[in-house]
Every structure is written in C-alpha cells, then in structure tokens.
C-alpha cells in the first residue's frame, strides 16, 4: 500500500471539509478574527502604502468580482486578495500565533473573502474557508516554528501562501487533485524576508 504524500493529505482535507466538520467553540472563536482583521484594514486607509496598494490595484482593473474597503468599484479577486491581505497587515494590530510566529488573518481572510464573493458563496462557506487557510497555514509554520525566522525569512508570507492558497481553493469548491495542484504552485512561489522588519519599510505589509 503506498502512503499518500503530505500535500494528498492536506488536498482531502481541504477539499472535503464542511460547515458540519468544525466544531463551534471554533467557528465562535473565528467570528471576531474576521471582524478584527476587516477593522485593521478600514483603520489603514489612511497609510500612504494602503493608497499606493488601491491605486495600483484600482488601474489594473478588470471584472468587478470582490469588495475591498476603500474603494466603491469592486475588483478582480487576486486583486481584492491582495489589497485586502496588504492592508490587513498595515498596523501591527492584527494577531500573532505565538508558537509559530505567525500572522496568519491577513493572508487568509482576504483571500477567503475574495473567492467567496466572487463565487456567490454563502457566509458558512466563506467561514469554512477561512478555517481551512488557517489550519493548513499553522500547520505548516509549527514544523518550525523558529527555524523560519533564523533564515531570515518571513513565515507570514512564506508559509502563509499555503494558507491563502487553501482558503482560495475550498471557497472556490475545488476538488482534492487541483487543490493538490495548487499548493505546489504556491510552495514553488513561496517567498518573503524579514529584511523590511530589519529596514522598517513598507516592504512589510507587503509580505
């Protein structure tokens, strides 16, 4: 019998989760994450690099599919993701999971929301998705924990694009094998450098 591989193990999960799956203490508890998480963005409005992040997204254009704070005309839904996921770490406002240093509301909630919006998704499908991000993404950074950060590399970004990745693809209803799919392409794109926190530059919320 072959074992399946780490990433078939998460691809199931992911595809096959279900409202019905979480238990309430968790869908309780991740209620007033999102609140939080939307709150940090409306509140970084005013940031110079939160208006770069619109403008640019705003002249790229493309089919109105999801909502960002700021902006009255929707976006594509990579672009909402990646507004929302910038300027959802704007302030140092948002949470930190300390045993494995990472940020993980801004890169998944927005990414969730997004495809959720532009899928016509219902509120528990949106909830399971940011679920699904959450527990792949904290379950990847755990296996080291501090590691990341010793190399210099910026586990919010670096593993959190396994998180948006996996809220992305169970809001979009994916199936297992493209779900597989899609976390490779995202560890092959897998990035970012705790640099910017070195330098102090805007290159932070970017990651």
């Known amino acids: ?11 199931e999960w992911i595809a096959g989760l279900e409202f019905a799956d979480i238990p309430a203490a968790v869908i309780a508890d991740v209620r007033p994450r999102v609140l939080d998480n939307l709150g940090v963005q409306l509140a970084s409005l005013g940031l110079p690099s939160t208006q ?4 640019t997204v705003s002249a790229w254009g493309g089919e109105a599919q999801a909502s960002v704070p700021g902006l009255e005309r929707g976006l594509p839904a990579p672009s909402a993701a990646f507004a929302g996921g910038v300027m959802g770490n704007s302030f140092d406002y948002d949470d930190t999971h300390t045993p494995s240093m990472l940020h993980v509301h801004a890169v998944t909630i ?8 532009a899928g016509n998704r219902t509120g528990r499908e949106a909830m399971v998705a940011i679920v ?3 527990e792949t993404a904290l379950r990847v950074a755990l296996t080291d924990p501090v590691g ?3 190399l210099g590399v910026q586990p919010s970004s670096f593993v959190g694009v396994f998180g948006a990745t996996a809220a992305a693809c169970r809001a979009m209803g994916l199936d297992a094998p493209r779900v597989r799919n899609a976390l490779g ?5 897998a990035s970012g ?3 910017s926190v ?3 530059t805007d290159a932070k919320m970017f990651n």
């Open 132 to 134: 699904a991000g959450f």
């Open 52 to 55: 770069a992040v619109l403008e």
């Open 193 to 195: 450098l705790l640099q």
């Open 148 to 150: 990341f950060e010793l």
């Open 198 to 200: 070195v330098d102090g």
């Open 185 to 189: 392409l995202a560890g092959n794109q």
């Open 110 to 117: 927005s990414a969730a929301l997004a495809a959720a919006e």
């Open 1 to 11: 019998m072959v074992m399946p591989s780490i990433s078939e193990v998460f691809a």
